[in-house]
């Protein structure tokens, strides 16, 4: 086994467990409140399924990721099951009755969320992984086993400390939360239609960064093909730059920004933003009829017009008071999310008279 090959699956591993805390919350939520035995087998059954599932969605991640309305929905379905694990908190506790149906639906409950919860997940691990899907599966698979162990540990502290029970909610909550504003539909909508951007992350789909050790000519002095899309601020004493792209590349202003880069290092990160910003062709798998359609899902990066058209109107303090709204909507769930009322049971009728 070779440096390389471990620093990868490490890389893996930590990306995993790192980005897959707010999962482990909601494992431990869904499943806090079974008997042990039944709590440990409600968490690795469904655990495992979601994995089954992560393995295969990240294997096709850079297309899934660019179906319209994904995240949104992900979202929706995040503040569905944060709702409705509040709701389960106010029921009775699980009894030997109730356990075997408790268990089935814990298990349902951890497959939605996880699968929701990983998108951004699964496109991280996919670049990590290189395309390797014995190195995918062997990084998932460990950093998986440490975040169902985490699991057990956070269901046995919401036992014993209910309020950790609220943050978890509210943990899942945000999360939701920030899946629904980053959604690139929805961030289209306010940008093509209102000039405006509420959300930081919106800029990603605007804007790429590269960070060159050395630029030797300043924005007047770049070329009409680089002059518009093209910005940079030279780094401190020893430091690299940072260059940023607006919208996609073509070959014309890769090949202009190559001919002024003086190391190898330099050039190798320019072929990393022509990668990153370049123009996508739809798969020829896709009918002929829907290629319009789908042609925008596949390109990165926006045109550079969304960029300047946002210039002075930047209102992120919009995304917080977004976050806040969420989080207090499921919160108070418990409160308004009744039981519908049961039906009473019809009167018996008189005995007819002789």
């Given amino acids: 086994m070779t440096l390389q090959l471990i620093f990868s699956i490490l890389q893996i591993i930590l990306i995993d467990v790192v980005l897959s805390g ?6 431990a939520m869904a499943a806090h409140k079974l008997p042990e035995h039944q709590r440990n087998r409600a968490i690795w059954w469904g655990g495992g399924i979601a994995i089954v599932m992560r393995i295969g969605f990240t294997m096709i991640m850079s297309f899934l990721l660019m179906v319209p309305t994904l995240r949104l929905f992900g979202g929706l379905l995040l503040i569905w099951i944060a709702c409705k694990l509040l709701r389960s908190e106010s029921e009775e506790d699980v009894t030997a009755d109730n356990a075997g149906r408790s268990t089935i639906a814990a298990i349902k409950m951890i497959f939605l969320a ?4 990983s998108l951004d997940n699964m496109l991280a691990v996919a670049g990590a992984s290189h395309g390797d899907w014995k190195l995918l599966l062997g990084g998932l698979l460990i ?7 985490c699991s057990t540990l956070i269901a046995q ?3 014993r400390y209910h309020w950790i029970v609220t943050l978890g909610a509210a943990i899942l909550a945000f999360t939701a939360a920030e899946m629904m504003l980053g959604d690139r539909e ?6 093509r239609h209102h000039q405006i951007s509420l959300d930081h992350r919106w800029e990603g789909y605007m804007v790429t960064h590269a960070h060159p050790a050395k630029f030797p000519e300043d924005a007047s002095k770049l070329p009409p093909e680089l002059k518009e899309v093209l910005d940079y601020k030279p780094g401190a004493a020893n430091q690299p730059g940072t260059m940023t792209f607006i919208g996609q590349m073509n070959l014309a202003q890769r090949d202009a920004l190559l001919d002024r880069m003086m190391s190898e290092p330099d050039k190798a990160q320019i072929h990393e933003l022509y990668e990153a910003t370049r123009n996508r062709d739809v798969p020829t798998w896709v009918p002929a009829g829907w290629r319009t359609t789908v042609d925008s899902w596949f390109q990165l990066k926006w045109p550079a017009e ?5 210039e002075g109107h930047r209102h992120h303090y919009v995304a917080w008071i977004f976050y806040a709204l969420v989080i ?6 418990p409160r308004w999310w009744k039981h519908a009322p049961k039906a009473s049971p019809s009167e018996p009728s008189p005995p007819a008279q002789s």
């Avoid at 969304?306 to 946002?310: D, F, L, T």
């Avoid at 207090?328 to 769930?333: E, I, K, N, P, Q």
């Fill in 306 to 310: 969304h960029w300047r058209g946002i």
């Fill in 143 to 149: 950093s998986i086993a440490i975040i169902m162990t």
């Fill in 157 to 159: 502290l919401m036992n």
């Fill in 328 to 333: 207090a909507f499921c919160l108070t769930s």
């Fill in 186 to 191: 929805v961030a289209g909508y306010f940008v």
């Fill in 114 to 117: 996880d699968f929701a919860m």
């Fill in 22 to 27: 707010d999962n482990a919350v909601v494992i």
